[in-house]
């Protein structure tokens, strides 16, 4: 912690309602589906929730790797590995959106600096 927030305090209590055991398939290529089941305190699989599953990949950019992530519509392992190159595309496709904007916004505070003589 940094100085000033010796009074803040980080919660660190798992929430025992909300627990999902991870399964993860890949193919080594384009990318990964992670399978969360959901499971009881104890382990034991709870069947009255849905799993979920989260479909990851990376691109390689100048700056290095981008990671991508997004979550799939599916029930079972072959429906989301069927979802995955359109959610993959789409997750894509926000982010690099999302750095347009963020280029556009840099773009405008350089803008902003421009010195004008005889103004101050």
């Not at 055991?21 to 990964?32: F, H, I, P, V």
Request: cysteine-free.
């Amino acid at each position: 912690m940094t100085e000033g927030n010796e009074n803040e305090t980080i919660d660190f209590t798992v929430d025992q309602d909300n627990l999902y055991r991870e399964e993860s398939y890949t193919d080594m290529k384009a990318g990964a589906v992670r399978r969360l089941v959901p499971v009881y305190p104890d382990g034991s699989e709870d069947r009255s929730r849905t799993p979920v599953f989260v479909g990851t990949t990376q691109i390689l950019t100048p700056q290095g790797p981008l990671p991508i992530q997004a979550a799939l519509q599916a029930n079972t392992l072959k429906e989301a590995l069927a979802a995955f190159p359109y959610s993959m595309q789409a997750a894509l496709q926000q982010v690099l959106e999302e750095l347009e904007q963020m280029q556009a916004q840099t773009q405008e505070k350089e803008d902003s600096r421009i010195i004008i003589p005889g103004r101050e």
